[in-house]
């Protein structure tokens, strides 16, 4: 009996190792952004990136997104937005910001995830501003100016929408405008000075939570930042499920053969 329960005690040990070893589920609030160009959702990582994910969600309950713009779009890089609202003219106006949160570099930026954006040289300036990864640039943002914080990924279908938002032209209107995905709109409207409204942007409705239970992102795997970072407190990603961000603009500046990220007021 004593070796039977000798064998069971370390049969029970070893379980526990091998659990500990493995990924949790990860777990995350769902918001939908609601869009010109279509809808699509994002899960966030809640228990991993919670200063983070609280900053944003605080955004999102105040409003401060609706009828904000997509303000910048870099062919395989980013898509960004939080910053800019449209008030029937440009230059566009800037959401109101709230102190800046602190950086919670735990994930990788992969293709579809979301990341914030911040002053270059100062790792905890995010504010409102995020924006969407369109290719892996975890080479580039996992390393640069501590990590840029990824704190949510797309789920379903949503990169099509994404994707398609980046797919549009570009438009050089200065300041924080220097890249601007327009709809509807030539380089002959460009250069013959026609005036950009609420047809051409691409306007961001709104962002709701459309899902807070806890385990509504089980399936999701996010990788680790590549950076030497140490390890999420939960091991997998989000979770909480719930859970209550400046002017900045990433600049896709070449240096040292990378794009770096930094902001600037609308200018």
């Known amino acids: 009996m004593n ?3 000798t064998r069971r005690q370390a049969w029970l040990a070893a379980l526990i190792s091998v659990t500990a070893l493995t990924p949790q589920i990860v777990n995350a609030t769902v918001v939908e952004f609601q869009t010109v160009m279509g809808d699509f959702e994002v899960n966030l990582y809640d228990n991993s990136t919670p200063a983070t994910v609280t900053n944003f969600l605080d955004y999102v309950n105040n409003g401060d997104y609706t009828s904000s ?30 102190p800046a949160v602190i950086n919670e570099p735990v994930f990788s930026n992969v293709r579809g995830s979301i990341a914030m954006a911040k002053l270059g040289g100062d790792p905890n300036s995010a504010t409102s501003q995020w924006f969407f990864n369109l290719s892996n640039n975890a080479a580039n943002l996992d390393e640069q100016n501590g990590g840029f914080t990824a704190f949510g990924e797309v789920v379903g279908n949503g990169m099509d ?4 938002i980046a797919a549009l032209p570009v438009f050089n209107f200065g300041g924080a405008t220097g890249e601007l995905p327009l709809r509807n709109y030539t380089t002959a409207d460009f250069n013959n000075g026609v005036a950009v409204d609420d047809t051409h942007l691409v306007i961001i409705n709104a962002i709701i939570v459309s899902d807070s239970t806890v385990d509504s992102a089980a399936g999701l795997n996010p990788p680790l930042t590549t ?4 390890a999420p407190p939960n091991s997998g990603g989000g979770g909480g499920g719930g859970g209550a961000f400046g002017i900045m603009s990433l600049l896709g500046l070449l240096l040292a053969g990378r794009q770096r990220i930094r902001r600037r007021s609308r200018g």
């Open 3 to 5: 070796s039977r329960n």
């Open 69 to 98: 713009v997509f303000h910048r779009s870099v062919a395989g890089f980013v898509v960004q937005g939080g910053g800019f609202v449209f008030n029937q003219a440009l230059p566009l106006n800037s959401v109101p910001t709230r």
């Open 161 to 164: 929408v994404v994707d398609a």
């Open 227 to 230: 950076a030497n970072q140490p």
